[in-house]
């Protein structure tokens, strides 16, 4: 199985900050990568599909890039509403999916 | 508007059964695939299974594989989780959800969820 791994855990950062967010994979996955936010008590949400493709009516401050095995997630200017959990999403691998362990965000 | 509602969670005994459903709508449901993601308390998020939209097709993840059974009924828009031998580490939120096929490169993404139905695993 391929395996995800996400950091870093948890970050605090302040409204207008750029934060990161690296997922590295245990072997290629052909940008075969997706991101979503989860707020508590809410289902997730796809930010960024395809390693690096804005999905429709997210922020264009949320942007994702990488391939073959390192992958990240940013946000350009942290807002108040991005707190949140984040994962990536592995969904290559014959239909047998991961996702990274999380990155819970704060906003200081 | 596509919608995905699932029920059919609880309180179950350990090595009891519960079978989760699914209901969707809004699109059609047997030109997609779908997918059960599962979260444990205070975790994140773990893939379950995923379906092919005639059903030939089916995936679990590893520690799945023996107790979990996904299926559809295409004519009633329904899929469907059944657990068997349940286990503490079961106890989770497990949530319905639609995979998309991105058209730039065909990679699967999950694109609408449910609202979650919550197994509680205990004696």
């Known amino acids: 199985d391929i395996q995800m791994t996400q950091s870093p855990s948890s970050l605090s950062a302040s409204v207008g900050d750029r934060v990161t967010i690296t997922c590295r994979a245990s072997q290629t996955i052909n940008n075969y990568l997706n991101w979503y936010q989860q707020k508590p008590g809410k289902a997730p949400k796809v930010l960024i599909y395809a390693a690096s493709m804005l999905r429709d009516g997210v922020p264009t401050r949320f942007s994702g890039s990488g391939s073959g095995t390192e992958f990240t997630l940013s946000i350009s200017s942290l807002q108040p509403e991005d707190s949140g959990n984040y994962y990536c999403h592995q969904s290559y691998g014959s239909l047998t999916w991961t996702f990274g362990q999380g990155t819970k965000i704060e906003i200081k | 508007e596509v919608q995905v509602v699932e029920s059919g969670g609880g309180l179950v005994q350990p090595g009891g059964s519960l079978r989760l459903s699914c209901v969707a709508s809004g699109f059609t449901f047997s030109n997609y695939w779908m997918t059960w993601v599962r979260q444990g308390p205070g975790k994140g998020l773990e893939w379950v299974a995923n379906?092919?939209?005639?059903?030939?097709?089916?995936y679990y993840m590893r520690s799945a594989k023996g107790r979990f059974t996904i299926s559809r009924v295409n004519a009633e828009n329904s899929l469907y989780l059944q657990i068997n031998n349940l286990r503490a580490e079961d106890t989770a939120v497990y949530y319905c959800?639609?995979?998309?096929?991105?058209?730039?490169?065909?990679?699967?993404?999950?694109?609408?969820w449910g609202q979650g139905t919550q197994v509680t695993v205990s004696s």
């Open positions: 959800a639609r995979i998309l096929y991105s058209p730039y490169n065909n990679c699967p993404l999950i694109d609408y």
């Open positions: 379906i092919k939209g005639d059903e030939i097709e089916k």
